[in-house]
């Protein structure tokens, strides 16, 4: 039996992303149902955000505004509407004390109180030099819950690494909106369906192959980075494994084909940027949670991504990240 779209009638009910959820949330006699709330909010954000995307050539939203960011990068119109859907989701929730954003100098204060146990660090618009030519974009995210907060507010200086994470996830916008996330118990991807507003159960437990095909990097920096660095990509792109080589300008999306296909995306240091130039609390932090949760691997190059102590909000770190012996073979090039 088919829907009059062609559809099968049966995938309407699919499991919702609210009730996978809810019922993640029942396994734990412990729960209290808090962090159900905030990543349901984040759903409800990305249908927001995720409908400005659609229509932004039609309202006018493309574009810089002319200014830049904390970060020195230009400001793309999309990107203020993107950290404003965020804030307004929590605004009014009483469980996020902070919201540490890519498009704030200063962590935004949210909430207040022993309830407000909750530090959410965001990228809102990942990839948004691609929103004006109709590319893929994307949203990260990690909840963090300071252990040593417990019974207070929550503030930003609690946060000691990415072991604070107890959530963590991306949005991926382009021919279809998809919300993977986890939360301690595996990867799993869910898809928008527009016509009733629902993230429907389409990836179920994402397993990253142990070694991949493909491999993402801005090679147009590749003369800055340092010599291991470029002997890897070499070596990845001869023999009888060649990988293929993919990039998208959005970690999102390269990361998202990384985790169903296999492969490595890496962003090492260079001249301009020598600590690495992607910010560790809002970018590489959650997609390494995101990323062991699905059997892959995330390091600097020298250690887990997840062990690197935040010293700053806006902290940045070289990134080697996807299939877990890919990342291995990078950490040995750099060993030698």
């Known amino acids: 039996m088919t ?33 159900s709330t905030v990543l349901m909010q984040l759903a409800h954000a990305a249908k927001v955000f995720g409908h400005a995307l ?7 939203q493309l574009g810089p505004t002319g200014e830049t960011n904390v970060q020195g990068e230009a400001t793309q119109k999309l990107d203020l509407f ?28 949210v909430a207040c109180g022993p309830r407000a146990k909750y530090i959410l660090g965001i990228d809102p618009l990942d990839g948004s030099s691609n929103s004006g030519v109709n590319g893929a ?6 909840i963090y819950r300071p252990a040593h907060a417990t019974g207070r507010q929550a503030t930003a200086r609690d946060l000691r690494s990415g072991r604070d994470i107890i959530a963590a996830g991306y949005v991926l916008y382009g021919p279809s909106t998809l919300f993977v996330y986890a939360a301690g118990d595996g990867l799993d991807g869910f898809t928008l369906d527009r016509d009733i507003g629902e993230f429907l159960l389409t990836h179920p437990r994402i397993h990253c192959p142990e070694r991949g095909k493909y491999y993402s990097a801005n090679v147009g920096r590749s003369a800055e980075w340092p010599a291991e660095f470029r002997a890897f990509t070499d070596a990845l792109t ?62 600097t190059g020298m250690s887990r991504v997840l062990d690197v102590p935040i010293s700053s909000i806006h902290q940045r770190v070289p990134l080697v990240i996807g299939s877990r012996l890919d990342v291995a073979r990078l950490e040995e090039f750099l060993r030698r």
């Open 238 to 299: 001869t023999g009888d494994d060649a990988h293929s080589f993919r990039y998208s300008g959005a970690l999102v999306a390269d990361l998202h084909r990384n985790l169903l296909e296999g492969g490595v995306y890496l962003y090492p240091p260079d001249r301009e940027h020598p600590d690495g130039k992607l910010r560790l609390l809002y970018e590489c932090a959650p997609l390494a949670f995101v990323i062991e949760e699905a059997g892959g691997a995330a390091s």
């Open 54 to 60: 659609a229509t932004a050539a039609l309202d006018n």
């Open 137 to 142: 974009v994307g949203t990260i995210f990690g």
């Open 3 to 35: 829907s009059a779209g062609g559809r099968p009638s049966g995938d309407i009910f699919r499991l919702t992303l609210q009730r996978h959820i809810l019922e993640r949330q029942r396994r734990h006699a412990r729960a209290t149902g808090e962090l």
């Open 82 to 109: 993107g950290n404003h859907a965020i804030r307004e989701a929590f605004v009014r929730s009483e469980l996020v004390a902070a919201i540490v954003s890519e498009e704030d100098d200063q962590p935004t204060e």
